[in-house]
């Protein structure tokens, strides 16, 4: 059978119950057609198939991840109080955020936690996110705490560093950083 893409000179990774390396892959209609020694994989070139030198690089399977960030709910923002920090809730620029924040630090007890989240660095007027002095500057009693339109990280003011007991000492999570 002829191969529409081969891969060879490198390191496949198979992912078999053996964990396997082998030089060369072979690929057809989308799909993995053999795997084994340059030799090998080599022989199914003909004038049609794409042929990739690896150049010792490694190949990995592709990996399908579903990648769903679960955000939450109107009903349980109002419930909980969350602030939509998201270009769609109106916030343009970091005024608009911190007003937000100001707001919510009226209307709670001190030390109470003031959540916003989706915010969007990308969509905010300045172009950045707000930063730990901001924060303080709008709700210096209330512990605060940003979460991005991605999920991926939060940015907290000092107060919210202090009732955590996060210090300049505290070392940074696997995988992430303070």
């Not at 053999?34 to 150049?55: F, H, R, Y």
């Not at 399977?61 to 990648?67: L, Q, R, T, V, Y």
């Not at 705490?145 to 003011?157: L, S």
Request: glycine share 10%.
């Amino acid at each position: 059978m002829v191969a529409d893409v081969v891969l060879y000179n490198g390191k496949v990774v198979t992912v078999d119950a053996r964990e396997s390396v082998a030089e060369a892959a072979a690929v057809k209609s989308g799909k993995l057609l053999a795997v084994g020694s340059n030799e090998e994989i080599t022989a199914l070139i003909e004038a049609e198939t794409k042929a990739i030198d690896l150049k010792g690089r490694t190949m990995i399977p592709g990996f399908i991840e579903s990648h769903c960030h679960m955000s939450l709910g109107e009903g349980l923002q109002r419930v909980m109080g969350i602030v939509d920090g998201s270009h769609e809730a109106g916030v343009r620029s970091l005024a608009d955020i911190l007003a937000k924040i100001a707001e919510q630090a009226k209307s709670k007890s001190k030390g109470e936690w003031i959540h916003v989240h989706k915010e969007d660095e990308s969509k905010l007027a300045e172009k950045r996110h707000p930063n730990r002095w901001d924060l303080d500057k709008v709700a210096p009693h209330h512990p605060v705490m940003v979460t991005t339109v991605g999920g991926h990280f939060a940015i907290v003011n000092s107060k919210a560093f202090e009732v955590t007991g996060v210090t300049k000492d505290t070392p940074d999570p696997m995988g992430g950083g303070i």
